[in-house]
């Protein structure tokens, strides 16, 4: 089911949206070589608690840690590790934090080191396809136009789009209705509401937008191991548009 929140519900959203926001701006200075993705998993922890909140990922289905780190050809659900971030690698993280009860969720993409060109227009392809299905946000659109407009962008781009992973709604429970998938389905889907609150997450592949799942049964890497980026913000649909529930 599908709802609409209440005005104490949507500023209860506000600050658990803050709350993934500021963690992923504490999270960029340790983004470097040297350190182990279990290592952010543990510092995000920790400063998410310090905001009392709780991660929303954390035990979420049985998932072990509190944040996603997915490196290169990982597109999501990356499970913290030993792994040694390394100059070259592409970074995915994932954060949710529940704050009385109520989720935030953003994602976004980081490079060790300098990127090269493809590397660059993966990072700017995906970051701009999310921002494009941003603009698709407003009462009286479909759900599937946010689609369309990430789909267009990646086109643009020379990216493909991973299908069988979707955004969704957001509120009590960090993944709620409706599905927002990331490729062109204009006109269809559930008509936006003002009240909705939903997560946008354009991943797109620099190769196939094929993606299998990992032996750890979490972890989604692409067909061809070719590098995948992730954006994602969680907004309210507002009376003429959206407001990011996850930024400044």
Same mark, same amino acid.
């Given at each position: 089911?599908?709802?609409?929140?209440?005005?104490?519900?949507?500023?209860?959203?506000?600050?658990?949206?803050?709350?993934?926001?500021? #963690?992923?701006?504490? *999270?960029?200075?340790?983004?470097?070589?040297?350190? #182990?993705?279990?290592?952010?998993?543990?510092?995000?922890?920790?400063?998410?608690?310090?905001?009392?909140?709780?991660?929303?990922?954390?035990?979420?289905?049985?998932?072990?840690?509190?944040?996603?780190?997915?490196?290169?050809?990982?597109?999501?659900?990356?499970?913290?590790?030993?792994?040694?971030?390394?100059?070259?690698?592409?970074?995915?993280?994932?954060?949710?934090?529940?704050?009385?009860?109520?989720?935030?969720?953003?994602?976004?993409?980081?490079?060790?080191?300098?990127?090269?060109?493809?590397?660059?227009?993966?990072?700017?392809?995906?970051?701009?396809? *999310?921002?494009?299905?941003?603009?698709?946000?407003?009462?009286?659109? !479909?759900?599937?136009?946010?689609?369309?407009?990430?789909?267009?962008?990646?086109?643009?781009?020379?990216?493909?789009?991973?299908?069988?992973?979707?955004? !969704?709604?957001?509120? #009590?429970?960090? !993944?709620?209705?409706?599905?927002?998938?990331?490729?062109?389905?204009?006109?269809?889907?559930?008509?936006?509401?003002?009240?909705?609150?939903?997560?946008?997450?354009?991943?797109?592949?620099?190769?196939?937008? !094929?993606?299998?799942?990992?032996?750890?049964?979490?972890?989604?890497?692409?067909?061809?191991?070719?590098?995948?980026?992730?954006?994602?913000?969680?907004?309210?649909?507002?009376?003429?548009?959206?407001?990011? *529930? #996850?930024?400044?």
């Amino acid at each position: 089911m599908i709802t609409i929140k209440t005005p104490r519900e949507i500023e209860l959203l506000r600050k658990a949206g803050n709350i993934v926001y500021r #963690t992923h701006k504490y *999270l960029q200075q340790f983004i470097k070589e040297g350190i #182990t993705t279990d290592e952010l998993n543990n510092l995000a922890h920790k400063f998410i608690l310090e905001q009392d909140a709780t991660p929303s990922f954390l035990n979420y289905d049985g998932y072990p840690k509190s944040i996603c780190v997915s490196v290169n050809e990982q597109v999501v659900h990356g499970i913290p590790s030993d792994y040694k971030l390394k100059k070259g690698d592409l970074v995915s993280i994932d954060i949710g934090a529940c704050y009385k009860g109520y989720h935030g969720d953003s994602a976004w993409t980081y490079f060790v080191g300098e990127p090269t060109e493809d590397i660059k227009r993966l990072m700017e392809g995906t970051k701009a396809a *999310l921002y494009e299905g941003l603009k698709a946000v407003k009462p009286g659109n !479909h759900i599937g136009d946010i689609g369309t407009a990430v789909e267009n962008c990646a086109k643009k781009y020379n990216l493909s789009v991973v299908r069988e992973l979707v955004g !969704h709604g957001v509120g #009590t429970n960090v !993944h709620e209705e409706p599905e927002v998938p990331n490729f062109s389905m204009k006109y269809r889907g559930p008509v936006l509401k003002e009240g909705m609150v939903i997560a946008i997450e354009p991943m797109l592949n620099l190769g196939s937008r !094929h993606v299998v799942m990992e032996e750890d049964e979490w972890t989604i890497s692409t067909y061809d191991k070719k590098p995948s980026a992730h954006y994602e913000h969680t907004v309210l649909v507002t009376k003429d548009g959206y407001e990011i *529930l #996850t930024g400044e």
